[in-house]
């Protein structure tokens, strides 16, 4: 049965009062995330704003074991966190490393890769907002194309974003997931799920940042549905191959209606101020991407269990 807000679990593993900014989505997409992990769980995290967000040692804003790590090393950390449990024989435990999109896509992909490659023993989260926030908002390459950023500030990123969800489903591991803290239960069943599975698991988070992509700190929930509502962001999961569209996702598809996806763009500054032939030309690459989405669907042989 998929939860829903009114049956998700009352205990809070996110304590109030961490130094995230106001209205960050991360912080939203932690609370839902360790609440799925029910306190069962180590996180492996590297430097980032989810660092921040931890605190520094002897404080703490979450209540389970978190490991700080050298940036290009989560995913071996994580693997090591695995193999030394395993040794002590300790079950139950999921081992879970959190990283930004920077220190995903960029700087730790290699080791995610050869971990994937060996389907080593743990849950990988990927969150998302687009950039290297912590540092002051530098591009990385899951920036959109046209984004402004410290290192793209005249002329905004000129390349679309790396697809990571599809690299990562080209290892051939048992769950990929991507999801949004603007839709809690449908990211908590994902991670409830990935964390009763085995092998390699990677969920891809995409996390509004109201001084990062420049919007309102009220709008961070609205801005993660705008992303679903207009197909930027597409909600699915691939089960041991098969692919299935979930929630929100699920039911523009079976609709048939997307916002279209200036709507998007212009409630954030970071975007400047977009032609109609570049706003154009980004309503074809959401297209082209969600026609993609479908045909896949379609092609799916359903989940039994779904
Ligand atoms: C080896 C190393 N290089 C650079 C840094 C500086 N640094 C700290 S956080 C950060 C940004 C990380 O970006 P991302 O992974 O996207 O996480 P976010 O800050 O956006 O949450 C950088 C570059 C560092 N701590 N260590
Ligand atoms: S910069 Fe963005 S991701 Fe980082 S703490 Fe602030 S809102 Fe959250
Ligand atoms: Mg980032």
Redesign the pocket.
């Known amino acids: 049965m998929e939860t829903s807000l009114l049956n998700i679990p009352d205990e809070e593993y996110l304590l109030s009062g961490n130094r995230t900014c106001a209205g960050c989505g991360?912080s939203v997409a932690l609370r839902f995330i360790t609440k799925a992990l029910e306190g069962q769980a180590i996180l492996v995290v590297?430097?980032?704003?989810?660092t921040v967000l931890g605190g520094m040692y002897p404080v703490s804003s979450v209540r389970l074991p978190w490991l700080n790590v050298?940036?290009?090393s989560t995913a071996a950390s994580a693997c090591g966190v695995a193999a030394g449990l395993k040794a002590l024989g300790k079950e139950g435990t999921t081992v879970v490393a959190i990283?930004?999109?920077?220190?995903?896509l960029d700087?730790g992909i290699q080791a995610l890769s050869g971990a994937a490659e060996r389907n080593a023993d743990i849950l990988y989260i990927c969150?998302d907002?687009e950039?290297?926030?912590?540092?002051g908002t530098?591009r990385?390459s899951a920036t959109p194309i046209h984004v402004k950023t410290a290192t793209t500030p005249i002329h905004g990123k000129q390349q679309h974003a790396k697809d990571m969800v599809r690299i990562m489903e080209a290892h051939g591991i048992p769950y990929i997931a991507t999801a949004s803290p603007s839709y809690p239960a449908d990211l908590f069943d994902k991670v409830r799920k990935a964390r009763a599975m085995s092998g390699t698991r990677y969920i891809h988070i995409t996390t509004p940042c109201p001084p990062g992509w420049v919007f309102p700190t009220t709008d961070t929930i609205k801005m993660g549905r705008l992303a679903v509502e207009t197909g930027a962001l597409v909600l699915y999961e691939i089960e041991d191959g098969v692919f299935r569209l979930t929630n929100k996702s699920r039911t523009i598809a079976r609709r048939g209606r997307r916002t279209p996806v200036e709507t998007y763009l212009a409630a954030q500054r970071r975007f400047g101020k977009l032609d109609a032939e570049r706003i154009a030309e980004f309503q074809q690459w959401v297209d082209a991407r969600w026609d993609g989405f479908m045909k896949r669907a379609a092609e799916s042989v359903p989940v039994a269990q779904a």
């Open positions: 991360l590297p430097a980032s704003c989810l050298a940036f290009p990283a930004g999109d920077g220190g995903t700087i969150y907002n950039a290297y926030m912590n540092t530098q990385s």
